[in-house]
């Protein structure tokens, strides 16, 4: 069984830092591209971040560029999302997302973690 | 970065009611645009992908159509299991953007 079980969240000042984790079991993490996508309260989806399946390629939102920075470790199956100078409209929580199958136009992700809410406050 | 314009952000409706939502795109793209369910304390659900493709396991009544620069989501026969927030998103080219969601609510 798929599973993804973010870590790290909580509450920081602006212009602070936090690492959120994505630890992963049930499949071959190696094998698929992870994502980072965010919810503020009261606000839609936003996706966040992709990296690649060996780590080497990464893309962000405009809002989040030069900030947060995409990493993963194949070896401990684990997904990372370093954020820097954090700003209040960074409250959200952050579900990390494996891509769930690759047609012949695009890659789409559909296994998602629970979530966890990062605070910026104060 | 490709905007997503969805319409409407919010609509009532009954069970048994035929829905659509329209998801506008500032750029056309061919058709690597997916829908999302998101009901309030759950992860989003994937229902449509490659703008016209159901999901495996997706209940028959989601459809979605549309290329360039429109694309739809429909629901036939509303079930009550269907009021959520419905957001399209678009995979042509990063950053990957998300519609700003519509919120089906019972009427």
């Known amino acids: 069984e798929v599973q993804l079980l973010e870590s790290g969240g909580g509450l920081v000042q602006p212009g602070g830092s936090l690492r959120l984790s994505c630890a992963a079991s049930g499949f071959t993490f190696s094998n698929y591209n992870m994502n980072w996508v965010r919810q503020a309260p009261g606000r839609g989806l936003e996706w966040v971040s992709v990296i690649s399946k060996g780590g080497d390629t990464t893309y962000s939102a405009d809002s989040v560029k030069g900030r947060f920075t995409t990493s993963r470790d194949n070896s401990k199956d684990t997904l990372y999302l370093q954020m820097n100078s954090l700003r209040a409209e960074d409250t959200a929580v952050y579900y990390c997302?494996?891509?769930?199958?690759?047609?012949?136009?695009?890659?789409?992700?559909?296994?998602w973690g629970q979530g966890t809410l990062v605070t910026v406050s104060s | 970065a490709i905007q997503l314009t969805q319409s409407p952000s919010s609509l009532s409706a009954s069970v048994g009611d035929r829905v659509t939502i329209t998801c506008r795109a500032s750029q056309g793209f061919s058709s690597a645009l997916a829908w999302y369910q998101h009901k309030p304390g759950k992860v989003p659900k994937l229902l449509i992908y490659?703008?016209?493709s159901l999901r495996s396991g997706v209940p028959s009544r989601f459809s979605g159509s549309g290329s360039g620069t429109e694309f739809t989501l429909t629901i036939n026969s509303l079930q009550p299991e269907d009021f959520a927030t419905y957001y399209c998103?678009?995979?042509?080219?990063?950053?990957?953007?998300f519609g700003g969601g519509t919120k089906v609510e019972i009427k």
């Open positions: 997302a494996k891509d769930w199958y690759c047609s012949s136009v695009s890659c789409y992700y559909d296994f």
């Open positions: 998103q678009q995979f042509s080219r990063y950053p990957l953007t």
């Open positions: 490659d703008a016209s």
